[in-house]
Structures are given as structure tokens and as C-alpha cells.
């Protein structure tokens, strides 16, 4: 299967991409049916950044250094999955 990078964002770091393929690769030979999704976090534009030029794409553009982002989203994630199921069960559809 025939790859693209896209590179535009900046230099890939390919310690990191062939531990991932590396990864990927072992998931699929145990287990045929393995998914792998990228999510990628967009957080809310801030003035300082706007100011400055930086493209609010780029990788330098951090908006907010909250150490609890990334746990507040795990959480919101999981509530939106849990109401999801409720509501699928609740029409009595497969969960």
C-alpha cells in the first residue's frame, strides 16, 4: 500500500513513525480486525498567538499550557461514548 506524508506542518521525527508502524504491525498480526485512529486536539484560539502571526495550524502554535487539557477531554470523551451507548440501548439497537 502506497503511503503519503505530509510533511507541511514540519520536519517527522522517524524514531517515532517506526515505532508507531512498528506497533501497528504487531496489533494487525495478533489481531486481524485492529483499527488505529489519529485524533488531533484543536485548542481555542488565544490573542497573544493572533498577535504574534503564527498560524493557528502550526505546530508552534500552543494555546494553552493547562496540564488538565488532556485529562478534562479523556473525560468528556468517555461521558459522550457512555451517553451514546445509553441512548443506542435505550432504542434497543446493538451495543
Known amino acids: 500500500m502506497m503511503q503519503t506524508l505530509i510533511t507541511n ?6 524514531r517515532y513513525l517506526n515505532n508507531i508502524k512498528s506497533t501497528i504491525d504487531k496489533a494487525l498480526a495478533e489481531h486481524s480486525r485492529t483499527i488505529a ?39 468528556s470523551l468517555k461521558a459522550q461514548i457512555d451517553a451514546d451507548l445509553l441512548r443506542k440501548r435505550n432504542t434497543e439497537k446493538r451495543v
Open 9 to 14: 506542518h514540519g520536519p517527522l521525527d522517524t
Open 37 to 75: 485512529i489519529r485524533i488531533d486536539l484543536r485548542m481555542p484560539i488565544d490573542q497573544f498567538y493572533n498577535e504574534t502571526g503564527l498560524s493557528d495550524d502550526s505546530p508552534a502554535f500552543i494555546t494553552n499550557t493547562d496540564s488538565n487539557a488532556i485529562s478534562r477531554f479523556t473525560k
